[in-house]
């Protein structure tokens, strides 16, 4: 079926990856630390400091404490940040300033495969900071339940959804300045209101049907459910709208690259 | 025996400009092929058109005797294009950078590293394989990115403006070492406005100038034809010199401060200028491939 819909691509999308790969093995002892040390800062400063203010809430139910509450948003934004930053600011930096994707147009791959590679590339990174923080949040003794090694699962998926994101933006933007307004005006508000840092049911109605229509809030619930091991029918829609999602963005990222790049 | 290359017509219009038009030329096995013209001349779009990245508005193209869109990715396995930018990974080592490349082409784990020895050797970095991309000076540079255009052991190599920017002394080295693999029997295509360089390298050349072809041919036989074996330069002529020319039915380019005379018996003329006029401003030297690119693509500043 992919097959069909994406003729072009052949599995070669995979050196492309790999080539990300390479450069990451060599830098990975700086990479590896933040997913690590996050949880950390914001478990002290969220869980231990508005701890002692917030209380335990309910969620779907079920009394939940704070810190219980925002691992969960920690993981889903550490997915987002990762695979949208990786197509966006550095994607934009192989192709415009070191000229990485037209070095690789001279070789038997395609643009579709490059910028496939990429995508795929920025889901692994989601995936690598998810299992990484799984470590962390593991160390501070914080893992309630074992349905938390799905998480990196759905980093795969969200990484993917939030990489064909950061790419379509990246084959649109004039300059890499130009992503401040993507950040600002897609991803931070997202950060903050996607049902990650207080429920969504305190926000007024009409906020919660935009939060809805946003892929963070999704993946958030499924982390959620992941980590606390709640399960309802509504996480199908989640998993749906998400796969959706990146079955638009994605040809879109393809498309819109095509166009920029080949002239 | 079937070209390499057979271009036939190539046109690309980029919305109202036309960048390349009706270019055409085949290029036989074995053969340097140069593209020649200023900045602007559609030389760097051609041979985007020759490795697919560019599509073609219309035109035909063959390499290797297939038409290049249907079977573009069997024969991007048989070309090498060394870009006019040096777009290497700069977070990698030389030999990173060149097993990133190998991977590409699909060439096994072993057999890369043994091409790779051999290419860095060639190249004369072989000293320098764990060095970092931003370690390198700009001649090191451009040799890492020629011996990764050859990791597929090409059956043709394209080469866009291969020596820009580089020291006499680089640029020196970079032709010896391509014209070390024409004599292996490597075609090659490049781009150039160093006339030295096509001169050297290059067996056939084409001139092009705003997407349009103006002559082609072998470089000795260009010269023949546009300006002669010898070009008199003559330096602030008096008005007295240029009526002494022009009533000998002499034809020159006026430079305004400077004369240039092509296509005649200049030894004849510099002795009787010396003699009658004891003008010590005339300069007899050898008709140069420059003679004829400025004679053909005029002497008007590109931007």
């Known amino acids: 079926m992919i097959k069909a819909l994406f003729p072009k691509i052949s599995r070669r999308f995979l050196r492309v990856w790999q080539r990300n790969l390479t450069v990451y093995k060599k830098t990975w002892k700086v990479s590896f630390l933040p997913p690590l040390m996050e949880p950390f800062l914001f478990i002290v400063a969220f869980g231990i400091g508005l701890s002692a203010i917030v209380e335990d809430l309910t969620y779907r139910g079920i009394k939940v404490s704070y810190i219980d509450f925002i691992i969960p948003a920690l993981l889903g934004t550490t997915i987002m940040y990762n695979a949208f930053f990786e197509t966006s600011f550095a994607s934009f930096v192989r192709m415009r300033y070191q000229k990485t994707f037209d070095a690789m147009m001279a070789t038997p791959l395609n643009l579709e495969e490059i910028i496939t590679g990429e995508i795929a590339w920025s889901a692994t990174k989601s995936f690598i900071a998810a299992t990484l923080m799984i470590v962390g949040v593991g160390i501070l003794g914080l893992i309630d339940n074992l349905s938390i090694l799905l998480v990196p699962l759905l980093a795969l998926l969200g990484g993917f959804a939030f990489g064909a994101t950061g790419m379509f933006f990246t084959s649109i933007v004039p300059n890499i300045e130009t992503f401040n307004l993507p950040m600002f005006l897609f991803i931070t508000p997202m950060f903050l209101f996607s049902g990650t840092f207080f429920p969504l049911e305190t926000l007024p109605q009409w906020a919660q049907g935009i939060a809805l229509a946003l892929p963070l809030t999704h993946l958030v619930r499924l982390t959620r459910a992941a980590t606390l091991g709640i399960y309802h029918l509504s996480l199908l829609g989640s998993l749906a709208y998400l796969l959706l999602y990146s079955l638009f963005f994605y040809p879109l990222a393809l498309k819109k690259m095509q166009k920029r790049l080949i002239k | ?303």
């Open chain 2, 1 to 303: 025996m079937t070209p390499i290359v057979e271009a036939k017509n190539l046109k690309k219009t980029f919305g109202a400009f036309t960048a390349v038009e009706d270019v055409s030329f085949h290029i036989v096995k074995g053969e340097c092929f140069g593209l020649l013209g200023p900045n602007g001349a559609g030389k760097t779009t051609t041979i985007r058109m020759l490795y697919g990245y560019t599509p073609l508005t219309s035109g035909a193209l063959k390499l290797f005797g297939e038409d290049l869109e249907p079977n573009l990715r069997k024969l991007k396995y048989r070309i090498g294009v060394c870009q006019q930018e040096n777009n290497l990974d700069p977070d990698l080592t030389v030999l990173e950078n060149l097993q990133v490349f190998a991977r590409y082409f699909d060439i096994p784990k072993s057999e890369a590293r043994t091409r790779i020895d051999r290419l860095l050797e060639f190249f004369a970095l072989n000293n320098r394989s764990k060095a970092l991309f931003t370690d390198l000076s700009g001649g090191m540079r451009r040799r890492l990115v020629l011996a990764r255009s050859l990791i597929n052991n090409p059956d043709l190599l394209i080469l866009d403006e291969p020596t820009s920017a580089l020291d006499p002394q680089t640029r020196q080295q970079v032709w010896s070492r391509l014209l070390e693999l024409k004599k292996e029997g490597l075609t090659i295509l490049l781009t150039t406005h160093y006339m030295e360089e096509a001169y050297r390298l290059c067996d056939r050349l084409l001139i092009m100038d705003q997407g349009k072809v103006l002559v082609e041919g072998k470089p000795g036989e260009l010269i023949d034809r546009y300006v002669g074996r010898e070009v008199l330069e003559i330096d602030s002529p008096d008005q007295k010199l240029r009526d002494f020319l022009i009533s000998q039915g002499y034809m020159f380019d006026d430079l305004g401060t400077r004369l240039m005379i092509y296509n005649h018996n200049c030894r004849e003329l510099f002795d009787a200028i010396e003699k009658v006029f004891d003008h010590k401003n005339c300069m007899l030297r050898m008709g140069t491939l420059e003679d004829v690119f400025l004679k053909l693509t005029g002497r008007d500043l590109r931007e």
